[in-house]
């Protein structure tokens, strides 16, 4: 598939890589800020959240691109039920990997992944 993005040319897979490092950009760092300074969870060390950060994105984001779009074809229920799976997934991943509790993973998953999509509604 091909779309042109600013009289540039940008193939699928490109502009999967292109929201992979945006979402890695934008969600580690508000992980790392709702860890260590909501949650005050200091014995976490940052570079735990990073490694689980980008766990989390980098095995969600696929399932997002290339499998969720052959179940869902209609566009508001492929981003509704995608979002819900993808912080329901991250939240498992962030309570087993940090030792969070559910309710905390839930509000850095959230909070992470609103984050991104804002991200990427308007750079993309």
Same mark, same amino acid.
């Given at each position: 598939m091909v779309r042109v993005v600013n009289n540039f040319v940008m193939f699928y897979e490109q502009k999967f890589l292109s =929201?992979?490092?945006l979402t890695l950009?934008?969600?580690i760092?508000?992980?790392i800020l709702l860890v260590? =300074?909501?949650?005050?969870q200091k014995e976490?060390?940052? =570079?735990?959240i990073i490694f689980v950060g980008f766990v989390a994105s980098a095995l969600t984001l696929p399932y997002f691109w290339f499998i969720l779009p052959a179940y869902i074809t209609d566009r508001l229920l492929f981003m509704l039920y995608g979002e819900i799976i993808i912080v329901c997934i991250e939240m498992v991943i962030?309570?087993?990997l940090l030792k969070l509790k559910l309710t905390r993973s839930f509000v850095i998953s959230l909070i992470t992944n609103s984050m991104s999509i804002l991200a990427g509604l308007i750079f993309f």
């Open positions: =929201s992979l490092l950009i934008v969600e760092p508000i992980a260590k =300074s909501f949650y005050k976490i060390k940052i =570079s735990k962030y309570n087993q």
